[in-house]
T-cell receptor, first 115, second 109 residues
């Protein structure tokens, strides 16, 4: 399968624990996005990378959140000291971002539940 | 004012109806426009993508962009129960992808 892959699909964690999610983009897509989505809302921007460079972070992304994309391939999103308000679907998308080809493709998401 | 506003829902139509979904935007930098379909507890699936004003057709779906009015639409012809989902508009310029809130469509058999 050549689509965007996210792992794990589901994560249940206790408040205060750290969690890490992984995203494998479509091969050769140079742009990678992270979004968060809660019930009844559209995806909310967290951050994005162009190759390995993190170009923008949302002001909503507190210091407890960090994302990396080493070597411009897969990406990880880490949440430290999780809070119940972090419970959401975390979505990753990738885009070729070449000329007019800017369309973004999403993975199936990682559903986080903080108890 | 939010950068992207999407008509509120939910929307319920009978099978076979023509559905019109709409979004407006305020940021003139937006140049690329997408429509996604999202089923419950799944990731958004790209339906339509366009970067110019005018219409783009793909089967029963037509995406329309009017950059002068900052208005985009998605039309679904001959709607089917399998079209029941949440539809999200999204757009970007050179940076992040910005989404509307989404509208939930239900097509009644």
């Amino acid at each position: 399968d050549t689509g965007v892959s996210q792992n794990p699909r589901h994560k249940i964690t206790k408040r205060g624990q750290n969690v890490t999610f992984r995203c494998d983009p479509i091969s050769e897509h140079n742009r990678l996005y992270w979004y968060r989505q809660t019930l009844g809302q559209g995806p909310e921007f967290l951050t994005y990378f162009q190759n390995e460079a993190q170009l923008e972070k949302s002001r909503l992304l507190s210091d407890r959140f960090s994302a990396e994309r080493p070597k411009g391939s897969f990406s990880t999103l880490e949440i430290q000291r999780t809070e119940q308000g972090d419970s959401a679907m975390y979505l990753c998308a990738s885009s070729p971002w070449q000329g007019a080809r800017t369309e973004a493709f999403f993975g199936q998401g990682t559903r986080l539940t903080v108890v | 004012q939010k950068e992207v506003e999407q008509d509120p829902g939910p929307l319920s139509v009978p099978e076979g109806a023509i559905v019109s979904l709409n979004c407006t935007y305020s940021n003139s930098a937006f140049q690329y426009f997408m429509w996604y379909r999202q089923y419950s507890r799944k990731g958004p699936e790209l339906l339509m993508y366009t970067y110019s004003s005018g219409n783009k057709e793909d089967g029963r779906f037509t995406a329309q962009v009017d950059k002068s009015s900052k208005y985009i639409s998605l039309f679904i012809r001959d709607s089917q129960p399998s079209d029941s989902a949440t539809y999200l508009c999204a757009m970007n310029g050179i940076g992040k992808l910005t989404f509307g809130k989404g509208i939930t469509l239900s097509v009644r058999p």
